[in-house]
């Protein structure tokens, strides 16, 4: 029965959020409430282990949230993710287009979400296949699917940092970048390779009435911005945020390369997240040129809030599910019997991919594994420093497999490329599931060598 109950709880999150159509904040508060019923945790004690869980996580990650929001915001807004863009063009050049376009998505999505990462980048897309004569149906896959890996493995995305932070690793996000970083690579060729293979096709919905015609209303290309940053300082915001956490990680490790110096100490600090993206924040504000400079950054701080504000919920309703998980006897049972199936890594994976597959939010998946997985990490053998960052990592890989007709990400990409929803699972779905499976074969080979 303990098994059953744990299956029901997760058909009930599947069934609210993408048959319901519920909020996925409401349906894991719910789900944290079913579980305390289920096992039969001590009435006196239910209320308060939800709240702790719920604050807990925000309390460390929650801010990381919303200033990497803001900050993606404010690159959206001042052209700063165009400028991006066409750095990265200029650097990598014309002799592979679609990898190109692969690592284009790749870069901007780390700061801007998938979705409106690929709006951004659709006209410049468009644009790039016309001029090198490259089918735009390989294009828009291979910026889709380059959008897609940093989405789901790569903080400062909300999805991962929220994962790190229910497996442990809030204070390591830099060992948790580096790592995905390096997997991102992983799944960003798979997904060029998958592209590549629609080098020939055409988009086989160019006269639908429902495929648009333009941008959407609020959505800006190139011409309709009067300034443009420099490629430095569209970068900086990002750029030094990620290398001032990753410092603070090396600086961490158990030889000191720093030693205990003074040095060391303002590394740990400014390298803190929170203090990092406070920085990186700060230095966006560098790109917002106007005559009414305070009244821009303070609406920019208030759209971000209110952009950011689902995804604390969730993230919070997240941890609320998994501080509820952990006191019933789920973990120890589950511990023991995936134990003797060896499952390991691919646990999480199979958990994430079934979860995404099923309601369609790879927030959702993010954040649902991670509380399921956090107090079995043990049992599984990656309750190791570097074993939570790689199962940060399977999480991701399974929440990306796969994109198709309850994802929002679906509909973006096959209707701004002019697909039919058949060539958009051929293309586009294919494509993320090939994505997800290579890059957890890949992640279970470093698991093979480093643990």
């Known amino acids: 029965m303990i098994v059953f109950w744990l299956v029901l709880t997760i058909l009930f999150i599947i069934f609210a959020t ?21 096992y039969q945790v001590p009435l006196n004690t239910v209320a308060k282990t939800i709240s702790d869980g719920f604050g807990g996580i925000l309390g460390y990650i929650g801010l990381v949230i919303v200033f990497g929001t803001i900050i993606g915001l404010i690159l959206e807004k001042t052209g700063a993710a165009i400028v991006m863009a066409e750095s990265v063009i200029k650097v990598l050049g014309p002799r592979f287009p679609t990898l190109t376009m ?16 690929y709006i951004i980048l659709n006209s410049l897309k468009e644009s790039l296949a016309e001029r090198l004569h490259v089918s735009s149906v390989a294009m828009s896959i291979a910026l889709a699917t380059g959008l897609y890996a940093t989405h789901t493995f790569v903080p400062p995305t909300p999805g991962p940092i929220a994962a790190a932070g229910n497996l442990g690793l809030e204070s390591n996000l830099g060992l948790v970048i580096m790592v995905g970083v390096v997997v991102t690579a992983v799944a960003v060729l798979a997904g060029w390779w998958w592209s590549n293979r629609f080098l020939n096709a055409t988009p086989d919905n160019i006269n639908a009435a429902d495929a648009p015609a333009a941008m959407p209303k609020g959505m800006k290309t190139r011409d309709d911005y009067s300034h443009l940053p420099s490629a430095t300082m569209a970068f900086l915001p990002i750029i030094v945020p990620i290398i001032l956490i990753c410092l603070s990680s090396v600086t961490n490790f158990p030889s000191a390369p720093f ?17 990092a993206l406070l920085i990186g924040l700060f230095l966006s504000f560098f790109l917002i040129k106007s005559s009414q400079k305070t009244q821009e950054i303070s609406d920019s701080i208030s759209q971000g809030l209110v952009v950011a504000a689902p995804i604390l919920l969730i993230t919070g309703a997240g941890g609320a ?4 998980l952990k006191v019933t006897p789920i973990g120890d049972y589950l511990g023991s019997t995936l134990s003797a199936l060896g499952l390991g890594i691919f646990m999480p994976f199979i958990v994430s991919a079934a979860l995404k597959t099923a309601q369609g939010s790879t927030t959702v998946a993010l954040v649902t594994t991670s509380a399921m997985v956090a107090p079995l990490l043990s049992q599984i053998g990656l309750d190791s420093e570097l074993g939570r960052v790689f199962c940060v990592m399977a999480i991701g890989a399974g929440a990306m497999t796969i994109s198709h007709a309850n994802d929002s990400f679906f509909w973006i990409v096959s209707q701004f490329s002019r697909m039919s929803v058949a060539q958009a699972y051929k293309a586009h779905s294919m494509a993320t599931g090939i994505q997800g499976v290579t890059s957890i074969v890949f992640i279970w080979l470093l698991t093979l060598v480093f643990i």
């Open 102 to 117: 692969s690592i284009v998505g790749a870069v901007v999505s780390i700061p801007v979400f998938c979705d409106s990462g």
């Open 321 to 324: 599910f998994g501080a509820m």
């Open 18 to 38: 993408a048959k319901l159509k519920w909020h996925p904040f409401l349906v894991l508060i719910l789900s944290a409430f079913l579980v305390a019923l289920f």
């Open 259 to 275: 030693g205990s110096s003074m040095v060391a100490e303002i590394l740990i600090f400014i390298g803190n997240p929170l203090t």
